[in-house]
């Protein structure tokens, strides 16, 4: 399972207030990645980080903000949550081969915003 | 980006080989193919990839027309664990790192 661990599994919050959520990995990989999924829908990227402190957008990257501040922890943050951001959230990572990469993908964190 | 076509759904019986098919007929000639599968009430868990040639490993087979146009994912045996949704996703090759791109992907059902 490549070490990821995210926090908290579930939570229940309203509209307006802000929600972190935590990805934490043990096996010191460089690149992290949040992703949302919805019904019916695959995943999509949200923000990556490509190391400490260095991030970028995804796909869907609005309404939401991340930090790395140390390698083995990558924040994703809500700043005023809405009940679009009603998903489950996939915290990555990647094992970068010689030539190619795996993902590895957390257990996922499922957000309800009331 | 590639874009990818898979089935929405597919049924077979346990203990039956699977063919999963996928169409990728705008990949770049550096794409490698990517498959991916989710678990119920799980996250993505890689499966296998291929650039040209025919691949294998433990979980599954995978078979690249010689277009590269088009792919077929391979159990040879399901069981009722491998009913999942099975993802086709092209990925740059050359390093980097870059997010993933799924589609709808492929929704399995196993008969017992």
């Known amino acids: 399972d490549a070490g990821i661990t995210q926090s908290p599994r579930h939570k229940v919050t309203e509209t307006g207030t802000p929600v972190t959520l935590r990805c934490h990995q043990t096996e010191n990989h460089r690149y992290m990645y949040w992703y949302r999924q919805d019904p019916g829908h695959g995943l999509r990227l949200i923000h990556y980080?490509?190391?400490?402190?260095?991030?970028d957008k995804g796909e869907v990257s609005d309404g939401y903000s991340v930090s790395r501040s140390k390698t083995e922890d990558f924040l994703l943050t809500l700043e005023s949550a809405t009940s679009s951001q009603t998903s489950v959230y996939f915290c990555a990572i990647s094992e970068v081969r010689l030539d190619y990469y795996e993902q590895y993908f957390g257990p996922g964190t499922r957000l309800t915003v009331t | 980006d590639a874009k990818t076509t898979q089935p929405n759904s597919m049924e077979s019986n346990e203990e039956e080989p699977v063919h999963l098919p996928c169409n990728h007929s705008t990949i770049s000639g550096t794409d490698y193919i990517h498959w991916y599968r989710q678990l119920p009430s799980q996250g993505p868990e890689y499966v296998i990839h291929g650039l040209t040639s025919n691949v294998n490993n433990r979980m599954a087979s995978l078979a690249i027309a010689e277009d590269r146009k088009s792919s077929t994912l391979i159990l040879h045996r399901a069981t009722l664990r491998d009913a999942a949704v099975y993802y086709c996703i092209p990925v740059r090759g050359g390093g980097g790192a870059d997010g993933l791109t799924f589609g709808k992907g492929t929704h399995l059902i196993i008969q017992p």
């Open positions: 980080s490509y190391g400490v402190k260095d991030t």
